[in-house]
């Protein structure tokens, strides 16, 4: 059994929205406000979308319309995500919520802890 699991993914027109939801497994012992949701488009490095590890963080082309949060006792982490648009189009994945900065960090968290979800956004 994978750490984390996503879901909640799906193909969706430009301006709809999507809540994807991340469940840690018990024995993984993951700190939930530590955690964060990343993004892979195709031909593209895996990016930091949002986490309330520290200070909250959105991505800047995210602010305003993705909004995370978590809830211990259901072990979930989830991101509300509102006015689509097809640049949103990527594989979504759940990791630990690393510095903004940390750009290193961030390269290597997709795929690392589960299988990620898919979101598709058409115009």
């Known amino acids: 059994q994978a750490d984390l699991v996503e879901s909640g993914g799906g193909s969706v027109q430009a301006g709809e929205s999507l809540r994807l939801t991340c469940i840690a497994s018990i024995a993984s012992g993951f700190n939930f406000p530590g955690l964060g949701w990343y993004r892979q488009a195709p031909g593209s490095e895996c990016e930091l979308v949002a986490t309330n590890s520290g200070n909250p963080y959105y991505h800047p082309s995210v602010k305003g319309r993705f909004t995370i949060s978590h809830d211990d006792a259901k072990r979930t982490v989830a991101l509300q995500m509102n006015m689509l648009k097809p640049d949103d189009t990527a594989v979504y994945y759940c990791?630990?919520?690393?510095?903004?900065?940390?750009?290193?960090?961030?390269?290597?968290?997709?795929?690392?802890w589960g299988q990620g979800t898919q979101v598709t956004v058409s115009s």
């Open positions: 990791a630990p919520g690393y510095h903004p900065q940390a750009k290193d960090a961030h390269r290597i968290q997709c795929g690392l």
